[in-house]
């Protein structure tokens, strides 16, 4: 049974032109708008830095495993709001590894009484595939494989907007926009089709209360196939400290619940997804963020505002 549900995972991505999603689903999105949309750089006024894991259909063998390392921020110094942020994606599944490594760059301006940002993605995509591991039986020289290993990199860029106003945010983002094509040895070619994401976040304050409900939403398509998430998360604040739970819903795919807690800039979260398609509730997706914030206000210049000496005899 190992060697067939090996087999058949590589059938469907070791052809001649194999078209692939090739970004990952996290379950917190909405703390990842750099990831999922340049113009998400410096989203948060703040430095803003996280690891992300997340551990996909647990328990069975070859399982997906992405790792996800970012950091964004708006650049101190510098008059106007421009904003920086770098990341590196590694993704394993089964035999095949896929990294990105990205820098985005968001520029801001005020606009309807709130602020809109645009940025742009530039980075490298790299994709190997480790056939030297695969038990392929007495058929060991089938040229539709690869001997040993074989691994390709291709350029690749991305673009995207986001309005954010006091209450709420709107992100529009198109990824891979160049349909990399990243050649794996001499006879096989990985096509990463474009992404499409549109995110959209809330912040509703319960009058009298320490409680805040943030909804977010989250649509990812290359037109071909969809995911939409809509989520509910209440937030506690007491004593400086952040606590916050809530439930997503994915139409047709899953329903995930997370909790997590945000003290002295640190954030800790975790949450697991359940499929709705009958794979088993031992079999969901576990998800491990944490992150650090820290106010680079304190960089900027600022003008020292004083009375003259002479004004004040």
């Not at 490298?124 to 480790?130: P, Q, T």
């Not at 009298?208 to 998360?233: E, G």
Request: proline content about 3%; hydrophobic content about 40%.
């Amino acid at each position: 049974m190992k060697k067939l549900l090996i087999f058949l995972i590589i059938c469907m991505c070791a052809i001649t032109k194999a078209n692939a999603q090739y970004d990952v689903h996290f379950a917190q999105y909405w703390n990842m708008l750099n990831f999922y949309n340049p113009a998400g750089a410096g989203a948060t006024g703040m430095l803003w830095g996280y690891a992300a894991y997340s551990n996909q259909l647990s328990g069975f063998e070859n399982n997906p495993k992405s790792m996800l390392i970012n950091v964004d921020a708006p650049i101190p110094f510098v008059r106007g709001d421009h904003n920086l942020g770098i990341g590196a994606l590694n993704d394993q599944i089964g035999l095949f590894t896929n990294q990105h490594v990205y820098l985005n760059y968001a520029y801001g301006f005020k606009l309807w009484g709130g602020q809109l940002k645009t940025g742009i993605q530039l980075g490298i995509l790299n994709s190997k595939f480790e056939s030297g591991k695969l038990d392929l039986g007495e058929d060991t020289n089938d040229p539709a494989f690869p001997s040993g290993s074989a691994d390709g990199n291709k350029f690749d860029i991305g673009f995207g907007f986001l309005y954010k106003h006091k209450h709420f945010y709107v992100g529009i983002s198109a990824l891979h926009i160049n349909s990399p094509l990243i050649e794996l040895g001499e006879k096989n070619e990985f096509q990463v089709d474009p992404l499409y994401n549109f995110t959209a976040g809330g912040n509703i304050p319960i009058k009298n209360t320490f409680i805040t409900i943030q909804p977010y939403m989250q649509v990812m398509t290359d037109f071909v196939s969809w995911r939409t998430d809509i989520t509910a998360k209440g937030t506690y604040s007491y004593n400086e400290k952040e606590y916050f739970a809530g439930v997503t819903y994915s139409y047709d795919t899953s329903v995930a619940a997370f909790l997590g807690i945000e003290f002295m800039n640190v954030t800790l979260a975790y949450s697991y997804e359940y499929f709705t398609s009958g794979v088993g509730a031992k079999n969901g997706n576990h998800d491990i963020l944490i992150g650090y914030k820290m106010d680079l206000s304190i960089f900027k210049k600022s003008k020292n505002k004083h009375n003259s000496i002479r004004m004040l005899k």
